[in-house]
């Protein structure tokens, strides 16, 4: 029976990780922070308006819970 020993096994593309000059270097900043892909971007945008929607009404609660309290206080 044979043995086959595979020494080194890279899925394809990463040689362009492993190389002395990657791709990676060239990029600027705004490249770098504009790059995105699958689900992760939409489910950031959407916990982002979650959170943001969630404060504006704590805020606008917090704002009428004050003008209830100050109307009571001026009965």
Same mark, same amino acid.
């Given at each position: 029976?044979?043995?086959?020993?595979?020494?080194?096994?890279?899925?394809?593309?990463?040689?362009?990780?492993?190389?002395?000059?990657?791709?990676?270097?060239?990029?600027?900043?705004?490249?770098?922070?504009? !790059?995105?892909?699958? @689900? &992760?971007?939409? *489910?950031?945008? #959407?916990?982002?308006?979650?959170?943001?929607?969630?404060?504006?009404?704590?805020?606008? !609660?917090?704002?009428? @819970? &004050?003008?209830? *309290?100050?109307? #009571?206080?001026?009965?």
């Amino acid at each position: 029976m044979v043995n086959i020993t595979i020494s080194e096994l890279r899925p394809a593309g990463a040689d362009l990780l492993f190389d002395s000059e990657s791709f990676l270097d060239y990029l600027n900043d705004d490249e770098l922070y504009s !790059v995105s892909g699958g @689900a &992760v971007q939409t *489910i950031t945008t #959407t916990i982002k308006t979650v959170v943001t929607t969630t404060f504006a009404c704590g805020v606008l !609660v917090g704002i009428a @819970a &004050v003008a209830v *309290i100050a109307w #009571t206080l001026s009965k």
